[in-house]
């Protein structure tokens, strides 16, 4: 993931909103990062089997899931959107207070955040999404290694994140912030097979 090109005082929302479309952008603190290529086919069947577990969840119930490409502004106080110098695309998201939604995007921290990583982004979701994240008071961060089996947890103690819990991709794992939710990793075991036309 290459940072661009910016100016002393960093980049913004303000101008984050006129960059052309067909290019994919986060900001953390102010420095632009360009989003990795088309994510690989195996990222995108645990991303879209973790969302539909997810999804059937909260039918009837407040709060709200989102995938990338999904803006989620994290204001540093209460300055204009266009002031804004963190502006991230998780590859998951809950929110369950409705007053950070807008057209826009989510303003604030969603209540979970699910990266699912890429050899070019996992050093970034890691390290400087996790401090973002818990600095902005993400409950529940979870970084899904689709190659490795692996799942980190965070969980928000107070104003930091409580210690990494490790574990394998096996069973299922509860989600702390929506009691009731268990993640079941069983399409994980089987092998993502392409389909080929006889």
Known sequence: MKPAKQTQQGFTYGDYRQWTEDERWELI?????????????????????????IANFLE???????????????????????????????????????????????????????????PSTA?????????????????????????DHILTRYLLEGKAFGPAMIEETEGGTRVNVLPGLTIEWGFMARPIQAKIAP
């Open 123 to 147: 050093s970034k979701d890691h390290v400087r999404k996790k401090s973002l994240y818990e600095r902005h008071g993400v409950r529940e961060y979870w970084l899904v290694h689709p190659t």
């Open 29 to 53: 603190e102010g420095e632009a990062y360009a989003m990795s290529p088309a994510p690989t086919r195996t990222h995108q069947t645990v991303l879209l089997e973790v969302v539909r577990q």
């Open 60 to 118: 009837g119930k407040p709060c709200q899931t989102f995938v990338a490409p999904f803006d989620v502004r994290l204001p540093e106080h209460n300055e204009a959107d266009d002031e804004i110098i963190n502006i991230v695309q998780p590859d998951i998201v809950v929110v369950c207070d409705a007053s950070k939604l807008d057209e826009k995007g989510c303003r604030g921290a969603p209540d979970w955040v699910i990266e699912v990583l890429s």
